[in-house]
T-cell receptor, first 115, second 113 residues
């Protein structure tokens, strides 16, 4: 597709279950970001990929969160043993390179609700 | 550490009027980029306007313009002739020579018919 695609759009899960969120960036974009947006809050940085490697994982809130990227393209964010505080919109963004080329292209996000 | 502050959680503007959204930032860098992103109810954020710190001239994109005050570390967004479609969350963002974008907490803009 032409834009950043995220799935699922909405996910409702029970506390303690694992969830996987998927991001398909724009073809050719080497940089990929995951952000978390909680109600009324700004964008919280989670992780940054350059190609398949993640030089900065500093934003992952706990060891229950992990992410990978394969083939320099699709990325998966996994949350294990979900907690209610994990409820948020998870946004993925990509850019041509992770430097001052500027524009981030965002997906529509995955809204996660943990009951 | 760099920070971005948007002190207006919510703003309202009458259709066809002009509104200014405020953003301040803190950095010790001299070369960086500043952005305004718009997030409509559909959730997909899009770039509104970008400013390079080394350029003194304020960026403009049609009805959108910025007032970039480097010494004051201020980067406000002016929307002229506001339209109903401008209603959205607006985020100010900062990027230095690294990859890490720093976002403000956003300003919700309501446009009144």
């Amino acid at each position: 597709g032409a834009g950043v695609s995220q799935s699922p759009s909405n996910k409702v899960t029970e506390k303690g279950k694992d969830v996987e969120l998927r991001c398909d960036p724009i073809s050719g974009h080497t940089a990929l970001y995951w952000y978390r947006q909680s109600l009324g809050q700004g964008l919280e940085f989670l992780i940054y990929f350059q190609g398949n490697s993640a030089p900065d994982k500093s934003g992952l809130p706990s060891d229950r969160f992990s992410a990978e990227r394969t083939g320099g393209s699709v990325s998966t964010l996994t949350i294990q043993r979900t907690q209610q505080e994990d409820s948020a919109v998870y946004l993925c963004a990509s850019s041509l390179e992770g430097r001052a080329s500027g524009e981030l292209f965002f997906g529509e996000g995955s809204r996660l609700t943990v009951l | 550490a760099q920070t971005v502050t948007q002190s207006q959680p919510e703003m309202s503007v009458q259709e066809a009027e002009t509104v200014t959204l405020s953003c301040t930032y803190d950095t010790s860098e001299s070369d960086y980029y500043l952005f305004w992103y718009k997030q409509p109810p559909s959730r997909q954020m899009i770039l509104v306007i970008r400013q390079e710190a080394y350029k003194q001239q304020n960026a403009t994109e049609n009805r959108f313009s910025v007032n970039f005050q480097k010494a004051a570390k201020s980067f406000s967004l002016k929307i002229s002739d506001s339209q109903l479609g401008d209603a959205a969350m607006y985020f100010c963002a900062y990027l230095s020579g690294t990859y890490k974008y720093i976002f403000g907490t956003g300003t919700r803009l309501k446009v009144l018919a």
